[in-house]
Structure formats: structure tokens, C-alpha cells
């Protein structure tokens, strides 16, 4: 939340006397692949807050929503190429795959249309990416499950999409993290799809197979259905790192005050779409000085703050945080001096 905090005190200071261009009959397109989770839902709600008043301010022409039928990359491809046809000036996607979507990406920046990716990024060197540090959450989960279990154990590993950059980014920092602390192991596996019902489920699958876990590790989405899962099966309640939804930091709250129960809680703010989208406008407004590849940083919470945060995020939600323009032209200008 600091850190976030950081780029709204940057942007007050390095966006002050920044005019806007002329950007007000530009169309803009957000490809979206996936809505089937809190973190999504509450992605689109930010983005359309956002947008509606760019839009009713003349930022822009139009901010559009496309969200696919399936989860497939063909679907999305073809979605883009759609867009292409369409006539839109930028398209900011969350895609369904780094690499797989590259060809239709090209297509789009060949016909002249900017492409900001966001969370699920693309590798396409023509595209912009809006990037966190998804590796280093995931090593950080281990980091912190060393504090609260550092006797060390075995441990479940909850994923999330999969085929996506984020699920691979965090697994492979899942994976460093175990190996500089070999006193965990890795027992289990399975897929939550960042969503709390399919990880209670796939938990509940796998839980009579596994020997005793001391600490769940996962993506995001799924803290809360893991802790029902084994509340279900009567086993004993292992630290499951948390990802920042309402239910998984209100069920933490219950537990503290039970019995002191610690954990940690790391995600990339759903808002992050904003930012993606005033990258876009950015690039439309004729910035030539806009790194590719801009850093973030995710939104964690400890043992001390959690509870604060709580009550302003809307139950069933995630804790967010929405860009202005201003932010983005801050947070550009930080990474052009990094």
C-alpha cells in the first residue's frame, strides 16, 4: 500500500503543469480473456469507473470492454483480430498466454494500433507491458512462511490459470523460494484458477492423499476455500499465504482474534487495468519516451495492517487501488530514470 502511495505523492509533484493532448477522438479496447473470479470482477469494475469518466471528460472516444466466451487463446486471437477490423487506435489485454497470442498482437501493431498488456502479458516486442514482479511474490510467500513455520514441512501449492505468464512467473518463485529454504517441501499440487469455490474443491480432492501440510502457498483467490477445505476434512489449520480478497482477510481477522493465527497476504491490484489503460492514452498522446516494460509493485499486507485495509474493500471484492493519469505519467517517469 506504500508503494502505491509512493506514485500518487510522485505524481503530484512530476505531473504538475503536464497538459493533456489531444487524444479525445481515440478509441481504446480492453481484451479481456477471463472474468470468472473476484480479482477479475473486480479488475473490470476499476476499469470501468475509470474509463466512463475519461470518456465523459473527452480523454478519449471510447474505453470498450471485450471479455472472451472461454478461456481458450484462439478465442482471444481471434477477439483481437476483431478489434484490428474494428478500427481501434490502442487495445489493452490481459491475455490468455505470453507467446501464443504474439502473431495476432503483431497484426495489431503492424496495422498501427498500440498494445498495452497488463497482468497476463504478452512477449511481443512491439507490445508495452505492465509489469509486476510475479516471481518475486512468489518467492516472498516462502520468505514469509519461513518466519511463521520455521521449523519448516511440507507444504500444498494452490496455482492459478494456468498457461498464463502470472501462474508461471509466481510458481517459478514459489520454486526458488523452496530452494533457499530446503527446510519445506512441496507435497501437492493442484489448479484453483485464482478462484476460492475450484480451490476448495481441488484441495478437497487432493487432501486425503497428503501427509500432514503445514503451510498452503498459492496465486491469489484462493486462501479462503483452501482454509474451508481442511475445516471440512478436520484437519489442523496449516498458514496459508492469503491474496488479498475480502473473505480470505476477514477469515484471518477471526482467527487473530481467536488465537493470535499469523500469516501474509500479497496480490497485484485489480486496478492495475487503469494504469494499463492511461499507458495506452499515453502512447496515443505521442510519448515517445515510454519504457516497454514498466514495473509495478503488488499491494501486500502483514499481521499488523491487514485489518485496517479490511473495511474498505467491498465484501465479495479485492483490495485495490485505481490510477489516475497522473499516476501513470509518474510511474513512466519512474521507470525511465530506473
Known sequence: MKKLLVLSAL???????????????????FSNNYAGNSWRQAMLDSYGIVTKKAVEDKVVAAADVF??????????????????????????????????????IKQACDAGIVVVSFDGTVTEPCAYRVVVDFKDMGKQEVEQMAKFQPKGGNLLEIRGLAGTSIDDAIHAG???????????????????????????????????????????????????????????????????????????LKWWKEQKEKDGYKTWSASIAPG?????????????????????????????FTQDDFEAALPNI?????????????????????NIKQ
Open 174 to 248: 514459489i520454486l526458488e523460494g523452496v530452494a533457499a529454504h530446503p527446510e519445506f517441501k512441496i507435497v501437492g499440487s493442484v489448479t484453483g484458477d485464482w478462484d476460492q469455490t475450484t480451490a476448495q474443491k481441488a484441495v478437497a480432492t487432493i487432501l486425503p492423499s497428503l501427509p500432514d501440510v503445514v503451510g498452503i502457498v498459492d496465486q491469489g483467490g484462493d486462501g479462503y476455500g483452501a482454509a474451508q477445505a481442511f475445516a471440512a476434512a478436520g484437519k489442523p489449520r496449516p498458514t496459508i499465504i492469503m491474496g488479498n480478497r475480502q473473505d480470505e
Open 314 to 334: 467491498k465484501e465479495g471484492g479485492v483490495a485495490t487501488h485505481e490510477y489516475t493519469q497522473e499516476d501513470a505519467i509518474a510511474a513512466i517517469k519512474v
Open 11 to 29: 505524481a503530484a509533484m512530476l505531473a504538475s503543469g503536464t497538459a493533456l493532448a489531444d487524444t479525445s477522438g481515440k478509441k481504446i479496447a
Open 67 to 104: 471479455t472472451t466466451a472461454d478461456k481458450e487463446v484462439p478465442t482471444q486471437a481471434a477477439q483481437v483480430q476483431n478489434l484490428i477490423l474494428q478500427g481501434y487506435d490502442a487495445i489493452v489485454i490481459n491475455a490468455a498466454s505470453p507467446d501464443a497470442l504474439n502473431g495476432a
Open 272 to 300: 492495475v487495468s487503469t494504469l494499463a489503460f492511461w499507458v495506452a492514452q499515453q502512447v496515443l498522446d505521442g510519448r515517445k519516451d515510454i519504457p516497454h516494460d514498466l514495473l509495478v509493485p503488488y499491494l501486500a
